[in-house]
C-alpha cells in the first residue's frame, strides 16, 4: 500500500511554544489530506481537510488560528500547534487520499505523533 | 456521511474465524465501504475496500449484501497479533469520505 510518513513521532515543547509536525506521501502525490486527534482510548477526531494550494478546511470546533495547516505540494503536510498548551496534548495522525483506478478514493494513514506539552 | 455501528468490543481464541458486522442503514450510492485496523499509538491500517458483494485480498474478506446496509468483515484464523481496534468507515469516492470515525470495534485475541 501507499506509504504515508510523519515526523516526529514525539515531540515534547514547552507550554505557551509552537510545533511544527510534518505529514508526507512518500510515493505518490495526495491531492487531499486530513488531519486528526486522537486522545487515549478514544477514536480518531477529524480536524481539517487540506487541499493542495488552497486553505484547509476545518471541522467544527477546531481553532484555526491554533492549528495552522499548509498543503503546499502534493505530498507534504503541515500541522503546526501555536500557543501549545497542556491540553493540546494528544496523538496526531495525518493521511492522504489516493484515487484508486477502479474503485473509490482510499486514505492512508501517516504512524501517527504524539504531542506532550508541559 | 453514513453513520455507522460497530459492537464495542469481541474476543476470540486464536485460530478461530472472526466476523465483525458494521451497519451502515444510511449509506449512499456512491459511498464504498472501508474497513481499518489500529494499533495502540499507530496510524489506523488500510485493511480492505469494497462496493457490493465480496471482496478478499491476502488479510481479510469483506461481505456487502445486496442492500448494502451492513457489511462483514471476516478474519480467517486470527492470532494474538489482531489484538486490536477494527473501524468501519463510509463515504464517496469523490470526498475520500472525509473519515469520521466511529468507536469502532476493539478485538481481543487470547491463546
Known amino acids: 500500500g501507499a506509504v504515508v510518513s510523519q515526523h516526529p513521532s514525539r515531540v515534547i515543547c514547552k507550554s505557551g511554544t509552537s510545533v511544527k509536525i510534518e505529514c508526507r506521501s512518500l510515493?505518490?502525490?495526495?491531492?487531499?489530506m486530513f488531519w486528526y486527534r486522537q486522545f487515549p482510548k478514544q477514536s480518531l477526531m477529524l480536524m481539517a481537510t487540506?487541499?493542495?494550494?488552497?486553505?484547509?478546511?476545518?471541522e467544527q470546533g477546531v481553532e484555526k488560528d491554533k492549528f495552522l495547516i499548509n498543503h503546499a505540494s502534493l505530498t507534504l503536510s503541515t500541522l503546526t500547534v501555536t500557543s501549545a498548551h497542556p491540553e493540546d496534548s494528544s496523538f496526531y495522525i495525518c493521511?492522504?487520499?489516493?484515487?484508486?483506478?477502479?474503485?473509490?478514493?482510499?486514505?492512508?494513514f501517516g504512524e501517527g505523533s504524539w504531542l506532550t506539552v508541559v | 456521511l453514513a453513520k455507522t455501528t460497530q459492537p464495542i468490543s469481541m474476543d476470540s481464541y486464536e485460530g478461530q474465524e472472526v466476523n465483525i458486522t458494521c451497519s451502515h442503514n444510511?449509506?449512499?450510492?456512491?459511498?464504498?465501504i472501508t474497513w481499518y485496523q489500529q494499533f495502540p499509538s499507530q496510524g489506523p491500517r488500510f485493511i480492505i475496500q469494497?462496493?457490493?458483494t465480496k471482496v478478499t485480498n491476502e488479510v481479510a474478506s469483506l461481505f456487502i449484501p445486496a442492500d448494502r446496509k451492513s457489511s462483514t468483515l471476516s478474519l480467517p484464523r486470527v492470532s494474538l497479533s489482531d489484538t486490536a481496534v477494527y473501524y468501519c468507515?463510509?463515504?464517496?469516492?469523490?470526498?475520500?469520505?472525509?473519515?469520521?470515525f466511529g468507536k469502532g470495534t476493539s478485538l481481543l485475541v487470547t491463546p
Open positions: 469494497g462496493y457490493k
Open positions: 510515493d505518490f502525490q495526495a491531492t487531499t
Open positions: 468507515l463510509v463515504g464517496d469516492s469523490d470526498s475520500g469520505y472525509a473519515l469520521n
Open positions: 487540506s487541499n493542495e494550494g488552497s486553505k484547509a478546511t476545518y
Open positions: 493521511s492522504a487520499s489516493i484515487r484508486g483506478k477502479s474503485s473509490g478514493n482510499t486514505i492512508y
Open positions: 444510511n449509506i449512499a450510492t456512491n459511498d464504498y
